[in-house]
C-alpha cells in the first residue's frame, strides 16, 4: 500500500481526505509548516483507521509516494515550489480551489493559467498533476459514519497518472472516481466548488456531486 503526504494537511479538507485514505490502509502524512501542529492534529483523528495519520512538516510529506496539495490556494505555489525536486516523477494531487466570498456566497477567482491545476502544473514542471477532490464536504469526509456518497472528478494532462488516481479514489469508503478529462477542465471543475459550498451555505446543507446515468 503506498504512502500518501498531503501537504497544508492540517485544515478541515486535508483531514478529511486524510481520514478516507488510512480508512482504506493507505498510511498518511499529513505535513505543515509547523509540524508539531500536525502530530497534534494527526493524533487527534488517528484512531481505529487500518492505515496510520501521522504528523510531519511539509518537507517530510512531500518523500511520500503519492502527493495531495489541500494548502490555501494563495499560498500553493509558495508551498510546492521548495519541494520541487522532492515532487519529480510523482503524482501530485492538487485539490486546491482558488475562491473568495463575498457575503454568503462563495465565487470563483481565475489564476493567470486559468486553474490552480495549471498553476500547479507550471511550478512542477516534472511532476505529474492530477486533479481530484474538490466538491466534497470536509465534516462528512473526516467522520466515517456520515453516509458520504459522492461522485470525485479527476482530471489530469497524464494519462497513466489520472488512471492511477481513479483507482486510488475508488477506493475510498463512500467515494466514486469519475475520470473526467484533460486539464482543460480544471478551471470549470475547480469554479463549481463555489456553487457547491454557496449552495450549502444558503441551504444549511452538507451536499455533494452525485452523477447519474453512469454505469456503476
Known amino acids: 500500500m503506498e504512502t500518501v503526504g498531503i501537504l497544508g494537511g492540517t485544515g478541515p479538507a486535508g483531514r478529511g481526505v ?5 480508512s482504506a490502509g493507505h498510511d498518511v502524512v499529513l505535513g505543515s509548516r509547523d509540524a508539531s ?3 497534534d492534529v494527526a493524533k487527534a483523528i488517528n484512531e481505529g483507521l487500518t492505515g496510520t495519520i501521522t504528523g510531519a512538516s511539509n518537507d517530510v510529506a512531500a518523500v511520500c509516494d503519492v502527493v495531495v496539495v489541500a494548502t490555501p490556494w494563495d499560498s500553493a505555489i509558495a508551498t510546492v515550489t521548495p519541494l520541487r525536486d ?11 480551489n482558488a475562491l473568495t466570498r463575498e457575503g454568503r456566497e462563495l465565487l470563483p477567482l481565475y489564476p493567470a493559467r486559468g486553474s490552480m491545476a495549471a498553476q500547479l502544473a507550471f511550478a512542477l514542471p516534472t511532476s505529474q498533476v492530477v486533479g481530484a477532490f474538490h466538491h466534497l464536504p470536509a465534516a462528512q469526509m473526516q467522520d466515517l459514519d456520515s453516509g458520504l456518497d459522492a461522485d470525485v472528478l479527476i482530471f489530469s494532462d497524464h494519462a497513466s497518472a489520472l488512471d492511477h488516481v481513479v483507482e486510488l479514489v475508488d477506493a ?10 484533460s486539464m ?3 478551471s470549470p471543475i475547480e469554479a463549481f466548488t463555489a456553487v457547491c459550498i454557496s449552495v450549502n451555505i444558503r441551504h444549511k446543507a452538507h451536499s455533494y456531486v452525485k452523477l447519474a446515468g453512469l454505469d456503476q
Open 184 to 186: 482543460s477542465l480544471a
Open 86 to 96: 522532492q515532487l519529480a516523477g510523482k503524482i501530485v494531487i492538487s485539490m486546491v
Open 18 to 22: 486524510a481520514v478516507r485514505l488510512a
Open 37 to 39: 501542529r500536525a502530530s
Open 172 to 181: 475510498l469508503p463512500g467515494l466514486r472516481a469519475v475520470a473526467a478529462g
